[in-house]
Each structure stands twice: as C-alpha cells, then as structure tokens.
C-alpha cells in the first residue's frame, strides 16, 4: 500500500516522502496515528501543491 507521510517516522520514513508500506502496517498503525495519509491520486497532488510553496 502506497502512503504518504505527513510526520516523520524514525527509520520508517520523512514527512513528504512517499513510500511502499505493508497494509496492515499503513491502516492499523500509521493512518489511525496521523504519521500518514493514503497516497491516493488526489493526496499526491495535494502535496506536490504544498512543495511548490
């Protein structure tokens, strides 16, 4: 499962990065903590916005 994280994430991954994570691990964990979102079509342009600010 595609995530995107939005906090970093000591050894797992940096805020803005994109990564491959398994699902258990993204919808159990990560999304329920606010660390990561879905890297759905409309979040990766969401955060491709936010870099060109």
Do not use: S
Not at 19 to 24: A, H, I, L, S
Not at 35 to 40: G, K
Request: a positive charge.
């Amino acid at each position: 499962m595609k995530i995107i994280f939005i906090k970093d994430l000591a050894g797992t991954g940096k805020k803005g990065e994109i990564k491959e994570v398994k699902p258990g691990y993204a919808r159990n964990y990560l999304i329920p903590k606010g660390i990561a979102i879905e890297a759905t079509p409309e979040n990766i342009r969401q955060l491709e916005k936010q870099e060109q600010l």
